[in-house]
């Protein structure tokens, strides 16, 4: 069984960054993503990272604005959030699977984080 633990999150103005981190128990997992949901919507995709940290993915919400990667000497991945607007306001989850290759759909992952909240005032 595989804790992924999320931090970072916190209160930045909009056009700021954040850098969320997802550190994980046991590296049992090979490839990764970070999703995020929004009061009153569903939990949708943001980001993956492929085993090898080669390939990665985005939202075309997030494209150019956004940069997932890993660090497998301390099983961690990273988010790096430049360009904040006021509708990425939402809590981030970490999501984990021992697929080589992600996916953008919730039921692709089975290790899932707590989350951390992100609020972007505007």
């Known amino acids: 069984q595989v804790q992924l633990v999320e931090s970072g999150g916190g209160l930045v103005q909009a056009g700021g960054s954040l850098s969320l981190s997802c550190a994980a128990s046991a590296r049992t997992w090979s490839c990764a993503s970070w999703f995020r949901q929004a009061p009153g919507k569903e939990r949708e995709f943001v980001a993956a990272i492929n085993w090898s940290g080669g390939t990665t993915y985005y939202a075309d919400s997030v494209k150019g604005r956004f940069t997932i990667s890993r660090d497998d000497a301390k099983n961690t991945v990273y988010l790096l959030m430049n360009s904040l607007k006021p509708e990425d306001t939402a809590v981030y989850y970490c999501?984990?699977?021992?697929?080589?290759?992600?996916?953008?759909?919730?039921?692709?992952?089975?290790?899932w984080g707590q989350g951390t909240q992100v609020t972007v005032s505007s």
């Open positions: 999501a984990a699977d021992g697929r080589l290759v992600p996916g953008t759909e919730i039921d692709h992952y089975t290790y």
